[in-house]
C-alpha cells in the first residue's frame, strides 16, 4: 500500500521510483498497490490558491532564492527518473477534492489513470489544476470516466469525503507524520522519495517474511477442482448432482 498526497512533488518523484523497483520485482504479480489520501494542507479553502514560490517563502520562512534552488533540484530529481517538471510557475492550493474525485475513480477501477494524469498536470503542465472543477474533469475523461459523472461528484462536497478522512485516519495510526510513505504488508513502512534500491529490498523482505498459509480441513478433505478439471465424486449424477 502506498500513501500518495496528489500536491506532493516528493510523492511524485518517489512513486517514480517505487515502481521501477516493483517492475523488476520477481514477485510483481502477487502485489496490489493501493493508493491512500493524504493531505498537506488539508484547512486550506478551495479557492484559496497561491504561486508555489510564495507558499514556500511564506510557510518554511525561505528565502526567493531558497525556493527557487528547491525547485530546480526537484526538477532535476524529477527528470532523473523520466518525469517533466516545471520549477517556475506552477500554484499551491488544496486537494481535497482531488482526493475525492481519486476515490470515485478507484470505484471504477481507474485510479492508476487518474493519479498519473494529475500529478503530470499539477507538475509539469501550464494550466493550473487548482479552483476549476472542469479541469478536473477533463483529467477524469482523460482516463476514462464519465465526465458527466465526475462533475456530479465534484460538486457535493459530502460524495466521498467519508472514505478520505478514512484513508488520513489510518495513515496516522499507521505513523504517517509526512509523505511520501509507503507501507507493506501493513508491517514495513518506507518514508520519503526514497532510491530505487531501498523499495527494492523493503519489498524483498516483505515477501519473504510472509507467513505461511495454514489450511483448515476440519481433519477431512472436502471436493474442490483443480488445475485439471473438476472430479465428480462416484455415486453422484454430474449433471444435477444428486444421490442415485
Known amino acids: 500500500m502506498a500513501s500518495l498526497v496528489q500536491g506532493c512533488p516528493w510523492c511524485y518523484v518517489g512513486k517514480a521510483r517505487f515502481e521501477k523497483a516493483l517492475a523488476s520485482f520477481p514477485h510483481r504479480d ?10 498537506l494542507d488539508p484547512h486550506r479553502a ?19 532564492a531558497q525556493a527557487e534552488a528547491g525547485e530546480d533540484n526537484l526538477g532535476t530529481q524529477a527528470a532523473a527518473e523520466g518525469l517533466p517538471y516545471r520549477a517556475r510557475g506552477r500554484d499551491h492550493g488544496g486537494t481535497f477534492d482531488m482526493h475525492r474525485l481519486l476515490h470515485f475513480a478507484r470505484e471504477h477501477g481507474r485510479q492508476e489513470q487518474l493519479l498519473d494524469l494529475l500529478y503530470r498536470a499539477n507538475f509539469a503542465e501550464e494550466r493550473s489544476v487548482f479552483g476549476d472543477d472542469e479541469r478536473l474533469v477533463e483529467l477524469a475523461g482523460a482516463a476514462g470516466l464519465d465526465t458527466d459523472a465526475a462533475r456530479t461528484v465534484l460538486a457535493d462536497p459530502e460524495a466521498y469525503a467519508a472514505e478520505v478522512r478514512a484513508d488520513e485516519s489510518e495513515a496516522a495510526q499507521l ?61 453422484k449424477n454430474p449433471q444435477a448432482g444428486a444421490d442415485v
Open 30 to 39: 502477487g502485489v496490489e498497490v493501493v493508493h491512500r489520501s493524504f493531505e
Open 175 to 235: 505513523g504517517a507524520r509526512g509523505v511520501p510513505f509507503f507501507v507493506l504488508d501493513r508491517k514495513y513502512g518506507v518514508s520519503g522519495a526514497q532510491p530505487v534500491e531501498v523499495f527494492t529490498q523493503a519489498l524483498t523482505q516483505a515477501w519473504g517474511e510472509r507467513p505461511p498459509l495454514t489450511l483448515v480441513t476440519g481433519g477431512t478433505d472436502a471436493e474442490a477442482c483443480g488445475p485439471d478439471g473438476c472430479e465428480v465424486p462416484q455415486g
Open 46 to 64: 478551495k479557492n484559496d490558491i497561491e504561486p508555489v514560490l510564495t507558499m514556500l517563502t511564506r510557510k518554511y520562512g525561505m528565502s526567493e
